[in-house]
């Protein structure tokens, strides 16, 4: 039977936990891209590495203040009598989801692919831009 004390540390154990993580850089899923994003007052950009993958097998949207790329990556086949000695280089399926900090004009989202990187520029919305106000004298 458990005691009201060994929750109570349990908790206690868990709000450490929480603590120490709290801060630390978010993980990403084994295989997929590794991604750069930065900010101005005026967009976000993104940089993705993709090394060999083909745009066609590229499914880039933003819902909200979300950033979602989809991809495939492609299989290297070996030739007969081959086996590999190290595969670091994912293949298959992956995807990233990332939170912006600010919305984005969807419609005006450009994307760039090249050397194996993909560029993102997501404008800020105009609703979302600082707005400086002017002061009247009275």
Known sequence: MLTLDFLNEVDRIQDQMNRLFQGAPTAQAV??????????????????ELPGIETDKLDISVNGNVLTIRGVYPEQQLKSGENWVRQERPE????????????????????????????LTLPRAEAEKPKRISVKAA
Request: aromatic share 14%.
């Open 92 to 119: 298959g399926s992956f995807v990233r989801i990332f939170q912006l900090p600010f919305q984005v004009e969807t419609e005006k989202v450009e994307a760039k692919y090249r050397n194996g990187i993909l560029y």
């Open 31 to 48: 295989g997929s891209p590794a991604l750069n994003i930065w900010a101005n007052e005026n967009a976000i950009i993104a940089s993705a």
